[in-house]
C-alpha cells in the first residue's frame, strides 16, 4: 500500500530523554499504547494486523514496519471514525540524540485538505505528548477506556 504524499503530510517532531530501545518499545508493546494512546488489541510485528477502540468504533492497522530500534510504520486499513485515513500511512522514525532520542512522526495522506484535519491535528499533538510523558516520565495521557474496552479487548486478544 502506498500513501498519498504531499509536503502538507501532518509531522511533528519529539524529543525524549530516554534511549530508542525504549521509545520502540512504547510503540511497540499493546498495553504501552494502550496507555499512552488508545486501547489497542492485536500484533504488533512486521505483517500483524493492530486493533484500536477508535472514538465510537474501531482503527485497523497493518503493521508494514517495525524496525528495532529506528523505525514503525502502520498502514491504516479501516477506519471508522475517521474514514479519511483509510489509505494513509503513520511512521515514527527514531534516531539516538545522545543519550536520548530524537522522533519524527509522519501521517502520509493527513493534510489539510482533508475534512478530519484540525481535530486528527489536535489529537496527533496530545497523543505526542502524551507518548513522551509515558516514555520519559511513566505515565501518559490517553484516552479513558470505558465499559466497552474489556470486552473488546478479549474479542481481539483471545487467551
Given at each position: ?104 512522526f509522519r501521517h502520509q495522506g493527513l493534510n489539510p485538505g482533508l475534512e478530519c ?43
Amino acid at each position: 500500500m502506498t500513501p498519498s504524499t504531499t509536503t502538507e503530510d501532518f509531522r511533528a517532531t519529539k524529543t525524549f530523554t530516554s534511549d530508542p530501545d525504549t521509545v520502540f518499545s512504547a510503540l511497540t508493546d499493546i498495553d504501552a499504547l494502550t496507555d499512552w494512546w488508545v486501547p489497542a488489541a492485536g500484533g504488533v510485528g512486521a505483517g500483524d494486523t493492530l486493533r484500536f477502540l477508535f472514538g465510537n468504533g474501531e482503527l485497523v492497522l497493518l503493521v508494514g514496519e517495525a524496525d528495532r530500534p529506528d523505525r514503525v510504520r502502520w498502514d491504516v486499513l479501516a477506519c471508522e471514525p475517521v474514514p479519511d485515513w483509510v489509505g494513509t500511512a503513520i511512521t515514527f522514525d527514531l534516531a539516538a540524540a545522545g543519550t536520548g532520542t530524537d522522533l519524527r512522526f509522519r501521517h502520509q495522506g493527513l493534510n489539510p485538505g482533508l475534512e478530519c484535519f484540525d481535530d486528527c491535528h489536535a489529537g496527533c499533538t496530545h497523543y505526542l505528548a502524551s507518548l513522551v510523558d509515558f516514555v520519559d516520565q511513566g505515565t501518559g495521557r490517553p484516552a479513558d477506556p470505558d465499559e466497552r474496552f474489556a470486552a473488546w479487548r478479549a474479542e481481539h486478544n483471545p487467551s
